[in-house]
């Protein structure tokens, strides 16, 4: 047991590190170190939802305390997201999850591609506050139904559809992840779904993890900070169609 819970707080670390450097909690990553250390998928959630959400306050606040979070889109985005993700998961079960989840893995890995590439220009956004109610809307009722926050595809859609530069999307993206996550740990917590013991060694890794890589965020340039999501899109379109396959 004290190795696997070693596992969960180093792949926890790292995880928070190279998440908060991009804007994501990763936490289809850090899923199967936590699963290891619990032995049951539904305890499993529980706690890495909550690591999620508190990988995303860590980040949240270093990268709001160097001025990369727009206020005005978190607070336009959050509600549908936090709505969004309540209606996904209530009517999970009239879609398939693998469906779901093998959409999801090719949105990614299309956009991924997409900002590694350079496949498209940035449009400029006109109406930055509608994409980003439907936007977060929709990706919040889509996370909902298969269980995941999907900052990796929220990511995406404050970099293109809402028009924000990466370092701002970067934090913005941290910000509303924590509310989604919070919302999801309650719905865990209130059916008893959480083994503490994990919960604490994960968030020991996962919350310093998060700070450390907010605070590299700043020194990177912007074309290469795009990249380095393109590259984490790809990275967990590949756990998540690994997901879908099994």
Do not use: C, K, Q
Not at 153 to 171: E, N
Not at 220 to 225: D, F, I, M, R, S
């Amino acid at each position: 047991m004290t190795l696997e819970l070693a596992v969960a707080g180093a792949g926890s670390f790292v995880a928070g590190f190279l998440g908060s450097l991009v804007g994501l909690v990763l936490g289809s990553l850090r899923l199967p170190a936590v699963l290891l250390a619990s032995g049951s998928p539904a305890a499993a959630a529980g706690a890495n939802i909550a690591v999620s959400a508190a990988a995303a306050l860590s980040g949240g606040i270093a990268h709001a305390r160097a001025g990369r979070v727009s206020w005005p889109i978190v607070a336009w985005m959050t509600p549908p997201s936090v709505a969004g993700a309540f209606a996904g998961g209530y009517f999970a079960h009239a879609v398939p999850s693998r469906l779901l989840l093998a959409g999801i893995a090719l949105l990614l890995a299309w956009n991924g591609l997409d900002l590694l590439l350079e496949l498209r220009a940035a449009p400029e956004s006109r109406r930055p506050r509608l994409a980003a109610v439907v936007s977060g809307g929709l990706i919040g009722l889509l996370g909902g139904a298969v269980g995941l926050i999907l900052g990796t595809l929220r990511l995406p859609a404050l970099l293109r559809s809402v028009g924000l530069t990466a370092h701002a999307a970067v934090g913005t993206n941290l910000v509303v992840g924590f509310f989604l996550g919070t919302a999801g740990f309650a719905g865990h917590l209130a059916r008893l779904e959480v083994e503490w013991l994990v919960l604490a060694v994960s968030l020991a890794g996962a919350v310093p993890g998060a700070w450390l890589g907010a605070r590299y965020t700043g020194r990177v340039p912007e074309a290469l900070l795009r990249r380095l999501v393109g590259v984490a899109l790809l990275a967990v379109a590949a756990a998540i169609a690994v997901a879908a396959a099994v």
